[in-house]
């Protein structure tokens, strides 16, 4: 198989599978009892997880500290700390029920790529970081990216007082991860101190196993907005309300979910690329003999387009003020949650991505992502580039999400000679292409 033995030995020895699959393993073993694989942010297991990680980040010769932002950060130094920080990560928190892979390949493949370049007895010229960013899935806070944003300098003040379910708030819950939220009032690092950003992920699509393609090098990722919508109508005994006199929250947010849906679908037939979702409902009372009286969504828009982004809301909310609160009587307001915009990487990572696919003798193709990640936001901070591995059938944010030893392997390989080419072709804290 291209890329394997016989062909560029010298960098096969510098990484080890057994040690990337120990870690992968160990990693996944911080999850709920019967319910694979979750690992919230901000709960006990996470927190395990995370010193486990930590400790592994001194063992691989790392260096280790935890921002005002909760990111977990693994420095190994180079000769020449003026030159900027290549950094490379992701996050290891997951969604419910969600994947074993999703974040935590890109997180432990860079430390392999530390680990495997501090063990070469070759010191970089750049200071390499690890970094895991603290969640990044969206939390119970209703924010995603946490630590990215708050390295990033885009997680405004008001954020920080979004509660969970149980009323805390999320800078209470920056600070228990180890952060100091009174210092997020700005970006946490400076564009002068990083020379690029690189991130490892599962595709969490099909096109790169429909393809036969082993690597993904990604161009631009989506931006996402999320908003809380809130249908407010009357609770009532089901029994004694007859239908004529309810005023039904579910009913009408039923409703306002299959128009997000149809809505959609016109956008995307004859405007470009636009998907949008309502993933979460909450009902109060929430019982088995009463109306709903409120119910909650959150509705999550994503394109490539800024203007398609922007477009989306207006148009759902001028329906649903005739066909939802008129005809049913109901009332709905709407809070935005959080907004990321679409990013571009930056051509020079790109093109350095792509080549050190080839010089490894891997196939390569050039794609989007439809997913939000961390390097979206690191792209405020420096140039920014991605790659994909192949995962089973496109499975994500699922339990059956699953990923081949070699494919992760691969994806290690390209991430280190990326990141090592980056040192050798970057003086002065530049990337390739860029002044």
């Not at 952060?179 to 950003?197: I, N, S």
Request: glycine share 10%.
């Amino acid at each position: 198989m291209p890329g394997r033995a016989g062909q560029d030995t010298y960098w096969q020895m510098k990484l080890r599978e057994d040690r990337l699959q120990m870690r992968l393993d160990r990693l996944s073993e911080f999850t709920v009892p019967g319910r694979p694989w979750t690992r919230r942010a901000f709960t006990e297991r996470y927190a395990a997880a995370r010193d486990w990680l930590q400790n592994e980040m001194a063992l691989a010769g790392l260096t280790t500290r935890v921002d005002a932002g909760g990111n977990l950060i693994g420095t190994l130094e180079g000769r020449e700390p003026a030159h900027g920080i290549l950094a490379s990560g992701s996050h290891i928190d997951t969604v419910v029920d969600g994947g074993r892979y999703d974040g935590i390949l890109g997180v432990v493949a860079a430390l392999e790529a530390a680990q495997a370049i501090a063990e070469s007895g070759k010191q970089p010229g750049h200071t390499i970081e690890v970094i895991d960013f603290l969640s990044e899935e969206p939390s119970d806070y209703g924010v995603s990216c946490v630590g990215s944003r708050a390295m990033s300098g885009n997680l405004p003040t008001d954020l920080l007082e979004y509660t969970n379910p149980s009323g805390e708030r999320l800078g209470e819950a920056i600070r228990r991860a180890g952060g100091a939220p009174e210092k997020l009032e700005g970006p946490l690092r400076g564009k002068e101190e990083l020379a690029g950003f690189l991130e490892l992920h599962i595709e969490q699509g099909r096109v790169l196993e429909s393809t036969g393609t082993q690597i993904g090098v990604v161009t631009n990722i989506v931006g996402i907005r999320r908003y809380e919508i809130v249908v407010t109508g009357r609770a009532d005994h089901s029994g004694t309300t007859p239908m004529n006199l309810r005023q039904d929250a579910l009913v009408g947010a039923s409703r306002i979910v299959e128009r997000v849906n149809a809505q959609a679908r016109e956008l995307q037939a004859s405007n470009g690329y636009l998907v949008a979702t309502v993933g979460k409902i909450s009902v109060r009372p929430d019982a088995a003999n009463a109306v709903p009286g409120e119910a909650r969504l959150t509705l999550e828009v994503r394109s490539d387009s800024e203007d398609r982004l922007a477009g989306f809301l207006d148009p759902l909310l001028g329906w649903a003020e005739e066909a939802v609160c008129r005809q049913d009587a109901l009332q709905i307001e709407v809070r935005r949650l959080s907004a990321t915009h679409p990013t571009d990487c930056a051509e020079p990572i790109v093109d350095t991505l792509a080549a050190s696919a080839a010089e490894l003798g891997f196939s390569s193709m050039k794609m989007p992502s439809g997913a939000g990640h961390d390097a979206a936001h690191m792209a405020r901070l420096c140039p920014t580039g991605m790659l994909f591995v192949p995962c089973l059938d496109g499975r994500s944010h699922c339990p059956e999400e699953s990923i081949t030893m070699e494919d992760a392997l691969n994806g290690a390989r390209v991430l280190t000679r990326a990141l090592l080419a980056l040192d050798g072709t970057a003086p002065k804290g530049a990337v390739p292409g860029k002044s």
